[in-house]
């Protein structure tokens, strides 16, 4: 089991990784699921572009594209995350680029734990899971 983060072209994010680690492993458990090999890889617009139109076949930026390798109840994946379009939706959203990059962060593990974002029904769905993370997240971090 391993969570790893990795940078390309960009600066690696100001996160508390081993923080981070506990808290996606308590989020997988939420849903009966354990954690295998995550890789995150921060990137930015262009590379996202090029990622989603070279395996997706789509032809536009995107804040997270999650690669599913989950087996049973074993998570796994890699998740590019744009930096770019996280700091934009941020500042879109009137949200705090912490609270964003969080965001983003579990949203990948929510759709390796099953969760799918493609209805509107999802998509609330998906908004209330991701609150519901960062809450868990909020008190782990006021317990330490």
């Not at 969570?3 to 960009?10: G, H, S």
């Not at 049973?72 to 705090?96: C, H, R, Y």
């Not at 969760?115 to 960062?134: G, T, V, Y």
Request: aromatic residues 10%; negative net charge; hydrophobic residues 35%.
């Amino acid at each position: 089991m391993a969570i790893n983060f990795y940078a390309q072209d960009v600066t690696l994010p100001n996160i508390k990784k081993n923080e981070t680690k506990e808290w996606i492993k308590k989020v997988a458990q939420k849903y009966d699921m354990k954690v295998g090999d995550v890789s995150y890889i921060f990137c930015n617009d262009e590379k996202i572009l090029e990622v989603n139109n070279e395996f997706l076949k789509h032809d536009y930026y995107t804040d997270i594209i999650t690669f599913d390798y989950t087996e049973g109840n074993k998570i796994g994946g890699d998740i590019f995350i744009s930096l770019d379009t996280v700091k934009s939706n941020a500042e879109q959203f009137q949200q705090e680029y912490d609270q964003e990059i969080h965001r983003v962060i579990i949203h990948g593990i929510l759709h390796l734990c099953g969760i799918d974002d493609q209805s509107p029904e999802q998509r609330a769905n998906m908004i209330s899971k991701e609150n519901e993370a960062l809450e868990l997240l909020k008190e782990m971090t006021q317990e330490n």
